[in-house]
T-cell receptor, first 112, second 114 residues
Framework: DAKTTQPPSMDCAEGRAANLPCNHSTISGNEYVYWYRQIHSQGPQYIIH???NNETNEMASLIITEDRKSSTLILPHATLRDTAVYYCIVSATMEYGNKLVFGAGTILRVKS | EAQVTQNPRYLITVTGKKLTVTCSQNMNHEYMSWYRQDPGLGLRQIYY???????DKGDVPEGYKVSRKEKRNFPLILESPSPNQTSLYFC?????????????FGPGTRLLVL
C-alpha cells in the first residue's frame, strides 16, 4: 500500500503557483519525501526530494512540516506544460538506490 | 547526453511468442529496474538489479525474466506473453541526487499482447 495520500486532482491557472499537498503521517525517520511527475504516459520525471528541511531547485520547492507528516510541492509559476500526474513518494534511501512505490498521484491541470 | 533507452517503443505480438524488451543506460549506473503501469494500478516494480549478475524480484515478477550480463543493459524477457501482460513498461536506473540515489526513467514501451 502507498504510504502517502494525495488529492486526486487539482486545477491551477497558468502563471500562478501550484501547491500540491501530500500526507505521509506514517513516515519513518530514515525516509525521504520524493516528488515525481508523469506527463501523458511518458517516463516519470524526478522533481525534488527532501528529508526534513525545505528544498528548492530549478523546477520546484518542497515544504515539509516540522513533524514531517505532510509536505507541499510548489511550482512557482505553473505553465501549460506542467499539466501532469504528480506523485508524492516516501522511501528510504539505500546504497544502490531506492524502491519507489507509486500511488495514484494528483492530476494537475494548468489552465490558460 | 545521459539517458535510458528502451526498444522497441511500441510492440504488438501474439500470445506465446517470446519477446525481449531492451533497456540500456549510458550513465554507468549500478542499479536498474523494470516497472509496468496499468490503469488503476499505478506503476509496479517487476524486477530490479543492483549490479552485474545480481537480480531480484519486485512486486509483480510472474511471467517475466531479466538478465544483467553487463552494467549498461537490463533486458526484460517475456518467454510466453499473455494478454494480461499488455501494459506500459518502464526501465529505470539509479540517479544520484546529492546524498541520495533515486531513479531515472526511460521513455516507456507500450506492449499489446493479442
Amino acid at each position: 500500500d502507498a504510504k502517502t495520500t494525495q488529492p486526486p486532482s487539482m486545477d491551477c491557472a497558468e502563471g500562478r503557483a501550484a501547491n500540491l499537498p501530500c500526507n505521509h503521517s506514517t513516515i519513518s525517520g530514515n525516509e525521504y519525501v520524493y516528488w515525481y511527475r508523469q506527463i501523458h504516459s511518458q517516463g516519470p520525471q524526478y522533481i525534488i526530494h527532501g528529508l526534513k528541511n525545505n528544498e528548492t531547485n530549478e523546477m520546484a520547492s518542497l515544504i515539509i512540516t516540522e513533524d514531517r507528516k505532510s509536505s507541499t510541492l510548489i511550482l512557482p509559476h505553473a505553465t501549460l506544460r506542467d499539466t501532469a500526474v504528480y506523485y508524492c513518494i516516501v522511501s528510504a534511501t539505500m546504497e544502490y538506490g531506492n524502491k519507489l512505490v507509486f500511488g495514484a498521484g494528483t492530476i494537475l491541470r494548468v489552465k490558460s | 547526453e545521459a539517458q535510458v533507452t528502451q526498444n522497441p517503443r511500441y510492440l504488438i505480438t501474439v500470445t506465446g511468442k517470446k519477446l525481449t524488451v531492451t533497456c540500456s543506460q549510458n550513465m554507468n549506473h549500478e542499479y536498474m529496474s523494470w516497472y509496468r503501469q496499468d490503469p488503476g494500478l499505478g506503476l509496479r516494480q517487476i524486477y530490479y538489479s543492483m549490479n552485474v549478475e545480481v537480480t531480484d524480484k519486485g512486486d509483480v515478477p510472474e511471467g517475466y525474466k531479466v538478465s544483467r550480463k553487463e552494467k549498461r543493459n537490463f533486458p526484460l524477457i517475456l518467454e510466453s506473453p499473455s494478454p494480461n501482460q499488455t501494459s506500459l513498461y518502464f526501465c529505470a536506473s539509479s540517479l544520484k541526487m546529492g546524498v541520495v540515489k533515486t531513479q531515472y526513467f526511460g521513455p516507456g514501451t507500450r506492449l499489446l499482447v493479442l
